[in-house]
């Protein structure tokens, strides 16, 4: 008969944990840590707390944000889940100093405080620019589907919603008329409350749909047409993956070539990219000129590299990289797209 190693369930063995040696040098931990205590400028965190005298103290904006920011570079955004992980997860531990903060106090964070952390963004590129980790040779653009908190069967044209309030609004009618029969009938009252509570929740649906329409107005797409919204984030859109239609954003970044170091990042509610070609070079462009605010860095795209895939390519896009070259706009022996190059050394490469 074969014969096992002995394992215990309900032993104990107590393991003695300083959170300072679970974040090593070399990590991104690490340096998450170290930016932020030392390189970020919190400073404007300050006015937004009204505590001096009253009220309970509250949680470092250092300490969130370095929970929130390890968080998302994990792939982790549900506030939920990041109270989670910094109960259950040691370098989220380490980093909170377990301090677990409630998932209503991350939310509240981030909802109050994007105007703030947003700029850190341009502080952190500060920071990698003055260690030489922006190659500015080369910067590549693209995009990825991301799902939003929000449901697609809740999309559609204002028609669309318009008809399927209507449809709601007979629905509840037809219950009505029905529970009113009912009442007249020996129903087992288990039956009526079920009724009721179908009644409550399509009218609350009804009520939403009518909310929408009423304060938002109708979404329309690059050619003016119009387009689908959605009840619950107006912003999103429904688009097309590998893994079949979701709804949420077209996360856009563009990334320098020496490090991978994201120069410029931005969400949008569409899953087309030709039209994200013109706001991800303005902002590359304002990005660099804020990098040093007493010497802006003036033309940095008439000395860069800037790659995209196939999925840029337009004819308005066309003609917007004539307009922004200096010079001549030369096409190379036709392929898929082609190569557009200019004078002044900025490319875009569509394959």
């Known amino acids: 008969m074969a014969r096992y190693k002995h394992y215990d369930y309900q032993q104990t063995k107590m393991i003695p944990l300083r959170f300072s040696d679970q974040i090593q040098p070399g990590t991104f931990e690490y340096t998450l840590n170290h930016v932020v205590d030392n390189e970020l400028d919190l400073g404007v965190f300050e006015s937004r707390y ?53 998932h209503s106090t991350l939310a509240d964070f981030i909802s109050r405080m994007d105007e703030v952390i947003a700029p850190l963004f341009t502080h952190v590129l500060m920071v990698c620019d003055g260690m ?3 190659g500015r040779e080369m910067f590549a653009i693209d995009g990825c589907k991301m799902p939003s908190n929000a449901s697609k069967e809740w999309s559609g044209t204002r028609a669309e919603l318009t008809r399927k309030q209507a449809k709601i609004d007979r629905a509840v009618e037809r219950m009505m008329k029905a529970h009113q029969t009912c009442d007249q009938r020996d129903t087992p009252p288990e039956i009526t409350t079920r009724e009721q509570a179908q009644i409550k929740k399509l009218a609350q649906v009804s009520a939403k749909i009518q909310k929408h329409l009423a304060t938002e107005p109708e979404r329309r797409g690059q050619r003016g047409t119009p387009v689908k919204a959605n009840l619950t984030d107006n912003d999103s859109a429904k688009m097309k993956t590998a893994k079949g239609v979701i709804q949420g954003y077209n996360g856009v970044a563009a990334v320098d070539s020496k490090h991978q170091i994201i120069v410029h990042a931005q969400a949008y509610g569409a899953g087309q990219e030709q039209h994200t070609l013109l706001p991800m070079l303005t902002g590359i462009d304002k990005r660099f000129n804020n990098l040093k605010p007493t010497q802006p860095e003036q033309g940095i795209l ?10 840029f390519h337009s004819e308005a896009n066309m003609r917007l990289i004539y307009r922004w070259i200096p010079g001549t706009v030369y096409l190379t022996p036709p392929r898929k797209w082609g190569q557009i190059t200019g004078v002044a050394n900025l490319a875009a490469l569509f394959c």
């Open 50 to 102: 009204r505590n001096d005298y009253n009220g309970a103290p509250a949680y470092d904006p250092a300490l969130l944000l370095k929970i929130v920011l390890f968080a998302y570079a994990r792939g982790i955004t549900s506030s939920r889940k990041i109270a989670q992980a910094c109960r259950e997860n040691v370098i989220f531990m380490a980093l909170s100093a377990d301090s677990q903060p409630h």
């Open 132 to 134: 030489n980790l922006i």
């Open 302 to 311: 008439q000395r860069v590299q800037i790659t995209a895939d196939s999925g």
